[in-house]
Each structure stands twice: as structure tokens, then as C-alpha cells.
């Protein structure tokens, strides 16, 4: 689970003290102490074990960065409903209260939940991003460019490098269009199990419907997962690299401002140390 979240109903940005004392504060909390007290000893890790997984269910921001994105510095300590609705604040607030009416208590976006003066915290979100998007109860996809009757083939957010694991590593998606709408008022509780979405987003970006539905992360048919990701673009060159780390399953340094052809030649390497597919070098 991500260091930092947002509480939903209160929009503050929570850091691992704070998401304790809420949960000791909670209803839930409290009915938790009564169970333990008068159930059997023996089940008693797990309840508090269930109790503990359904209080921090969060759900994961995946969207296309825009102008006037707020970051950790500018929300902390403050209430993000309360801040002046503009540019990636209005984006922020719209998440925090769609995922509150659905019963959410947690958020996690990558623009204010991590520390980005912090060289060690960015490397470390990095390495886990694929692992709490796949842990998240759920992903909601913001698509900014898609109207209310428009379709998500050709949206920015399927061009983009770190977006694809974004695609693959959560077990539910829901997609939502530049007005926060369910994209084409969709009801399902995940858009991965709706075929027609499926169908579409295969069509967008070659990636076959078993593997956007049951991604697996590892070095198994690594051209073709380096092959989805070729046509995507990245803001800085190297991160186009390090984005397919968790697709890969794999753990290697960051090394901000190295080239990307030698963030990728790292990457490669090291896929065909463990798989010993040397096809991947023709991608």
C-alpha cells in the first residue's frame, strides 16, 4: 500500500500515522474491538486481519498530466476540497469525491502523494507502481479527452508510456470522461469485464483480450510486451524504461538523466539474463 493516501471524506493527505488514527477513530474500529473480545482466540488475526484489508481498500488515479497539477507541497496540511478549484485541482477533487460517493475512504494520485523532492521516495514509487495499482480495490481512468459520446481509441491516455502498466496491472478499471461520466454510462463495477470495452481497447493498442483482462507481470513473451509499448511516449526519454520495470517484474536502479538508449540497454539486458530471449533485442 502506497506511504500516502487521501482521505476522501475529509480531502487531507494522510501520511501511515495519520491512516492509523483514523482507523482507530473509526466505527469500524470499534466494532472490530468488540469482536475480538467475545470470538474465539484462535480467529482472532483473522478479523482483525479482514477488518484492517476492508478499512484501507484504496483506489488508484491513473490519467493524462495536465497544466496546473498540484503536488505534495501544495496540498499538505490543507483540505483539497476546500483549495480554489484550477486546472489539476478541479481534476482532483472530481476523483476524491466520485470514489467518496462510492464508498472509498482512500485515494492515491501520482501527482501529490509522493514526495518528488525526494530522490530515494521517487525511486521507491517507481519500483512499486505496478504493485499498488494491482493491490488497489480499484483504478478509475480520467480520460480528459474523451466527451461524454466520444470513444477512448485515440485518447492521449492510451499514447502514453506510463500509462500501460496503468492498463494492465489493475484487476478493475473504471473509465470516466472529461466530465467525470461514466464512459459511455456504463454501470458494471469494472470496465475489464465489459467485452465491448475490451474490443476497444484492443483495437487502441494490440494488446490481446487475455492480457488485458489477467496480466501477468514478467519476462514471458517480452517482445511482444516491449512491441505494445513502442509507439508510447514518455516526458523524459529514460522513463520509458523505467515504466516497463513492473511490466517485467523486475528491479533495477534509476539513474535520473542517463540517456534513454542506456536505461533501455539496462532493461534488456536484464530480460534476457533471466528469460534468454535474445529476440527482444529486434523489438
Known sequence: MPTR??????STLCDRDAQISHFVGSQQYNQLLSLVTVCDPDQRIEHIQNAVLKYF???????RWG??????RD????????????????????FCLVTCKQGYSWVWSDT????KDSSAESQEAILSMFTWYRRSTLTIVHLSDVSDTGSLVGSEWLERGWTLQELLAPRAILFY????????????????????????LTSATGIEPQFLKGFRPGTDNARSRLQWASLRRTTRPEDIAYSLFGI???QLPVFYGESAEKALGRLLAEIISQSGDISVLDW
Open 5 to 10: 493516501l487521501l482521505h476522501t471524506h475529509t
Open 57 to 63: 481498500q484504496y483506489v488508484m488515479l491513473s490519467h
Open 67 to 72: 497544466e496546473g497539477e498540484p503536488s505534495l
Open 75 to 94: 496540498i499538505k496540511g490543507r483540505s483539497v476540497y476546500l483549495m480554489s478549484a484550477e486546472g489539476g485541482l478541479r481534476k482532483l477533487q472530481a
Open 112 to 115: 501529490c502523494c509522493i514526495d
Open 177 to 200: 470522461t472529461r466530465d467525470w461520466s461514466l464512459y459511455k454510462n456504463l454501470t458494471s463495477s469494472n470496465h475489464k469485464a465489459d467485452d465491448a470495452v475490451i474490443k476497444e
Open 248 to 250: 517485467f517484474d523486475l
